[in-house]
């Protein structure tokens, strides 16, 4: 299997952060590195700025850079290097709104940062251990995801996605693409929708999928309906940001759609993610916080700029697909069939 390496974390003395520049993928392969002086502000720009992207890839993300806001401020007394962590810890989490990994990895590294009795340099050398172990964390979880995922796909089966959850959205292997990979013999083809308007389907998923020999196709956002139509596919697998206690579902723009025509022609719909990206204090999916980013990215691409100025923009990032119409919810845990309160509270009891 062809390795991408998201991010790559170099602990010590003098922290180093390596992020994917996903913005000029699959064009060029370039590495943006994050050092002290970076700190929790620098991050935080990567992350608002789709430098790195996907909650699990946020979320550990959000951790390096905490440690290397710890490592700037090393020098200071404890009690101080804490209130300096605490206004990181705010940047960061201000960065993109919606994926709750990002929180959940904050509220883990301030847990350390608000426990921790040794000095301020004991504290950074802490903060820098625990983001390491959340990478390999992130890592294990996906291909428990993608174990258990493999479960739900037959022979030959035709899957498609949306977005990209797979290496590049994570610390490696990926959440509905690591079902891919762990079911690759079995699938005959995977339909790639772009995914308008930053198009991480067209120039994330498609990449990894080549790199790795797995049989693709890119289709338009507004293809999928025409090849459901035809009987052409036979699940749709996508990622998620978060997932409220109902079991509604935060993901990435035209997700919903997707999920209607699903059960229109009777195909599964199924949501692949870590326990993390479940959110027990958003009741339902009207809560979840939904980010609206520039008009730019709407009106253009990579430089090309295709509508007329002046015109008016919505851009919302995200959009919340009932739990209804969800056919199973696949953790690391294991799979939760037809998610509902109940069941999510039973499976976040273990």
Not at 123 to 140: H, K
Not at 185 to 213: H, K, M, Y
């Given at each position: ?106 509220a883990r590294c301030m847990r350390v940062a608000t426990t921790h009795r ?233």
């Amino acid at each position: 299997m062809s390795a991408v390496d998201t991010l790559r974390w170099h602990g010590g003395p003098a922290p180093l952060l390596e992020l994917i520049d996903q913005r000029v993928l699959p064009r060029r392969i370039r590495y943006r590195r994050y050092d002290a002086r970076a700190g929790a502000a620098g991050v935080a720009r990567a992350i608002a700025a789709m430098v790195v992207r996907g909650a699990p890839a946020i979320g550990v993300t959000a951790a390096c850079g905490m440690a290397l806001e710890a490592a700037r401020w090393r020098d200071l007394p404890r009690e101080r290097l804490q209130d300096r962590l605490a206004r990181g810890a705010a940047v960061l989490a201000a960065s993109r709104p919606t994926a709750v990994n990002l929180s959940w990895a904050l509220a883990r590294c301030m847990r350390v940062a608000t426990t921790h009795r040794g000095d301020a340099g004991a504290l950074a050398a802490a903060l820098a251990a625990l983001a390491a172990r959340l990478i390999r964390e992130d890592v294990a979880v996906n291909r428990a995801i993608g174990r258990h995922g493999a479960t739900l796909i037959g022979d030959g089966a035709r899957v498609l996605t949306h977005c990209n959850a797979g290496a590049l959205a994570t610390a490696g292997y990926g959440t509905a693409l690591g079902v891919v990979r762990a079911a690759r013999r079995r699938i005959a083809r995977v339909w790639v929708d772009e995914t308008r308007p930053f198009l991480q389907g067209a120039r994330l998923t498609a990449w990894e999928l080549l790199r790795e020999g797995i049989p693709c196709t890119l289709i338009t956002d507004s293809m999928a309906a025409h090849f459901m139509q035809q009987g052409q596919v036979d699940a749709v697998i996508v990622g998620c940001d978060r997932v409220a206690a109902n079991g509604d579902v935060a993901n990435k723009i035209g997700t919903y759609a997707l999920a209607l025509v699903a059960r229109a022609h009777r195909v599964p719909f199924y949501v692949a993610g870590p326990l993390s990206t479940i959110d027990p204090a958003t009741a339902t999916g009207a809560a979840i916080p939904i980010e609206e980013r520039t008009a730019a990215e709407v009106t253009g691409h990579a430089g090309v700029h295709w509508a007329p100025d002046g015109v008016a923009v919505a851009h919302p990032a995200f959009d919340v697909t009932p739990a209804r119409l969800v056919s199973a919810l696949i953790t690391e845990r294991g799979i939760v069939h037809r998610p509902n309160r109940a069941r999510i509270a039973a499976l976040l009891r273990g």
